[in-house]
């Protein structure tokens, strides 16, 4: 089945009510649709089980804060996510959550009262990623165009969407985001990591960047495997002092870039250093999958 389509055994559940996806609507006035007034987040479940769940409803919990949308129960939302995890069941899949400010008739500013729509759904997980994760990436880079809350997990996503299509049609998988000055913040869906003389870097957490729940992971996978890290940006001009390159993200975990804008990166192969992430990402999960309900 191709990537970009869900599944016929696809679950939503808007405001509690479980349904196939296929048969999922939202009402036309919703300021998700018209405005983008909207939050989300998205799980990989392992095995039935949401992986680094707390870290997501966390995150959930900052970028509804931070829109200021009220009124949403994040233990009443775990339930109904879980209770859709069962009703497939799941077991290799992903958990997609949009919180909407819900709708009223159009008017930029929040209602006087509305309802927000809380949006659910659960796909299995066809992983689209393995070869690349193998065989390391092609990307692409592009000037960041996003606004200046990248740092919030808003459905306003254009800029990311127009990023990764010119990479898509250069051939690339993902398109790596560059400010003015070169600054290469992270990809259009995933979060950008370099290794220069065995340190490894990454965009430090500010406005300019989604705080990854994998990046978090990472720094303290590297961590436990003793390899250094330094929270310092990456400059486009700059990418030949880097020997590696990957990505990681939710659903594509550590992708090894091998080539930026056609140029091989370091000798064009996976680096060591980011195979050994790999594997203590693979073992992470395993010991979480091991650990029971
Ligand atoms: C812009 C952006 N950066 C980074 C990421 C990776 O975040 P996470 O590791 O939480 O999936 C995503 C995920 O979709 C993203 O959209």
């Known amino acids: 089945m191709p990537v970009s389509q869900t599944s016929p055994a696809a679950l939503a559940n808007i405001n509690g009510v479980l349904m196939p996806l296929a ?62 995890i069962t009703a497939g069941p799941f077991g290799e899949a992903t958990v997609y959550i949009q919180i909407t400010r819900g709708s009223a008739p159009r008017s930029h500013k929040f209602p006087i009262s509305s309802t927000p729509l809380e949006f659910i759904y659960v796909d299995e997980f066809h992983d689209p990623y393995q070869q690349a994760r193998r065989h390391g990436a092609a990307v692409l880079t592009q000037p960041d165009l996003r606004w200046d809350r990248c740092d919030i997990k808003s459905t306003n996503l254009l800029g990311n969407v127009l990023a990764m299509q010119a990479a898509s049609e250069a051939g690339c998988l993902e398109a790596l985001l560059y400010l003015p000055d070169g600054t290469l913040t992270e990809g259009t869906h995933t979060s950008l990591f370099g290794v220069r003389q065995g340190t490894v870097l990454t965009s430090p957490r500010s406005n300019a960047i989604l705080p990854g729940i994998t990046r978090s992971l990472i720094l303290r996978l590297a961590a436990g495997a003793g390899v250094p890290v330094r929270e310092e940006v990456l400059k486009r001009g700059e990418l030949d002092e880097a020997s590696e390159l990957f990505l990681t993200g939710t659903t594509s975990e550590i992708l090894p870039v091998i080539a930026v804008d056609g140029r091989p990166m370091g000798d064009g192969r996976p680096g060591p250093v980011t195979r050994r992430l790999q594997q203590a990402y693979q073992e992470a999960v395993a010991e979480f999958v091991a650990e029971g309900a």
């Open 23 to 84: 048969e999922a609507t939202v009402p036309a006035l919703d300021r998700g649709f018209l405005f983008g007034d909207a939050v989300y987040e998205v799980l990989r479940v392992y095995q039935g089980k949401p992986w680094l769940l707390k870290e997501h409803l966390n995150r959930l919990a900052y970028s509804l804060n931070a829109v200021r949308i009220q009124g949403v129960g994040l233990e009443r939302l775990q339930e109904r996510m879980r209770a859709t």
